[in-house]
């Protein structure tokens, strides 16, 4: 079955770094790229970051939204069926359930996403 697992969420002060994970299986995940998205309470799902598939004509190309560019890096680890987030310079705002997702082919957008993992808390206070 397919499954997309994040880790590594927590609680981190403000102006501080967390690196987040997620591990893919049940599918052929160098077909598809990876990305993150956000929910916090009372908002609605947003994109943070992609990375296209490794086998696309877009290899490695990456997106980001507007609110976490220049903050956020996200990548592909030496573990094909895994990415990351790395966050730095983090914000009360950024405090969401951090999910991670798979769509074919290479990133162009966030509107067209197949598969979802459960989410994993990240906090920002202090």
């Known amino acids: 079955q397919v499954q997309l697992v994040e880790s590594g969420g927590g609680l981190v002060q403000p102006g501080g770094s967390l690196r987040i994970s997620c591990v893919a299986s049940?599918?052929?995940?160098?077909?598809?790229?990876l990305g993150w998205f956000r929910q916090a309470p009372g908002n609605e799902r947003e994109g943070v970051a992609c990375?296209?598939?490794?086998?696309?004509?877009?290899?490695?190309?990456?997106i980001y939204a507007d609110s976490t560019q220049g903050r956020f890096t996200i990548s592909r680890g030496s573990a094909k069926n895994t990415v990351y987030l790395q966050m730095n310079s983090l914000r009360p705002e950024d405090t969401s359930v951090y999910y991670c997702?798979?769509?074919?082919?290479?990133?162009?957008?966030?509107?067209?996403?197949?598969?979802w993992g459960q989410g994993t808390q990240v906090t920002v206070s202090g």
């Open positions: 997702a798979a769509e074919p082919g290479y990133c162009t957008g966030f509107n067209e996403w197949d598969y």
């Open positions: 049940g599918f052929n995940v160098e077909n598809y790229a």
């Open positions: 990375i296209s598939s490794i086998i696309s004509s877009s290899s490695g190309d990456t």
